[in-house]
């Protein structure tokens, strides 16, 4: 994976989960098959949608090998988070992602230490050297650090460094890198898509693409095609769900209605987090059947 390839609509994946805690691989097989019917650019496995902070690398293996099982007669390229924050742990599941065939890796900017941009950037020049492509992924809201621009082009400057999953909470960022020519940036927060492919986004990986595969594709197309107007009008119409969505913590909300509809067995997700509130159910529910977002 190169690049050129990093253009388009990425679904980060659930991971389904059995009442008991343990991994629902038949869930997983059936939201797949899924997902595979539509015409997306690629999969990422063990990202922030994933759960990855409560999934251990034994089923992390078994989710990538029964995923490109899944997908071997159309393949399309598979994405593993292997970060942490630890440059030596990153490092070991960095390499093991490589020798179970991931097309690249995500990896986050380190959390919870807060390190210094230095620190940073020399995290990603080890992970880069590793040989497997990386691309970057910002979420400040989630680490507790904000990587600044010169850091952003000095890591995307790297080599094996492929591009930028941008979860930075506005199109700053994404406007200055495309103004400096820079690597791909995918947009990483579902609600502002529409903008940061104004902005020059080369596409996204987007959560709520889960159950909104078709009008994503749609939007980006349209972006693609400079019908900019026509992709604002189908983004629009998307925004409550989108809302609805990440009304709390994201993916107990995708995991509830992924069940409500048929395509995991359940809703379950592993400590700390925790099921959506009755409240949210209930909204969710209103939405289903006023079909606000056309999602049944």
């Not at 000095?154 to 020519?181: A, F, H, P, Q, Y």
């Not at 067995?265 to 700390?272: F, Y």
């Amino acid at each position: 994976m190169n690049e050129r390839n990093l253009k388009g609509i990425f679904v980060p994946v659930v991971t389904p989960f059995q009442t008991n805690n343990e991994l629902d691989l038949d869930s997983y097989q059936k939201y797949l098959r899924s997902l595979l019917t539509h015409e997306i650019q690629g999969l990422v496995v063990n990202g922030t949608t994933g759960e990855a902070p409560t999934v251990c690398w034994d089923e992390v293996t078994s989710l990538v090998e029964l995923t490109k099982h899944t997908m071997k007669n159309n393949p399309i390229p598979l994405i593993v988070g292997t970060g942490t924050n630890d440059t030596m742990s990153t490092l070991k599941r960095t390499e093991l992602a490589a020798e179970l065939g991931a097309d690249a890796v995500l990896i986050v900017v380190p959390y919870y230490n807060r390190p210094s941009q230095e620190g940073i950037v020399e995290h990603f020049r080890a992970v880069a050297q590793v040989g497997i492509p990386v691309i970057m992924y910002e979420v400040p809201s989630r680490t507790g650090v904000r990587i600044t621009l010169d850091t952003a082009r000095t890591i995307l400057d790297m080599d094996g460094v492929i591009g930028l999953k941008d979860c930075s909470g506005n199109t700053e960022l994404v406007s200055e890198l495309t103004r400096l020519s820079s690597k791909p940036v995918l947009c990483g927060e579902d609600i502002y898509f529409h903008s940061m492919l104004t902005a020059g986004a080369s596409g996204g990986i987007l959560a709520s693409a889960s159950i909104e595969t078709a009008k994503f594709l749609q939007v980006f197309r349209l972006a693609e095609e400079g019908r900019d107007l026509e992709a604002m009008t189908v983004f629009e119409s998307m925004v409550p769900f989108i809302r609805l969505l990440f009304k709390e913590s994201n993916p107990s909300p995708l995991k509830w209605l992924l069940a409500r509809q048929g395509l995991i067995a359940s809703d379950h997700v592993r400590l700390p987090m925790s099921v959506i509130s009755s409240s949210l159910q209930e909204e969710m529910e209103q939405m289903l059947v006023s079909n606000l977002s056309g999602i049944m």
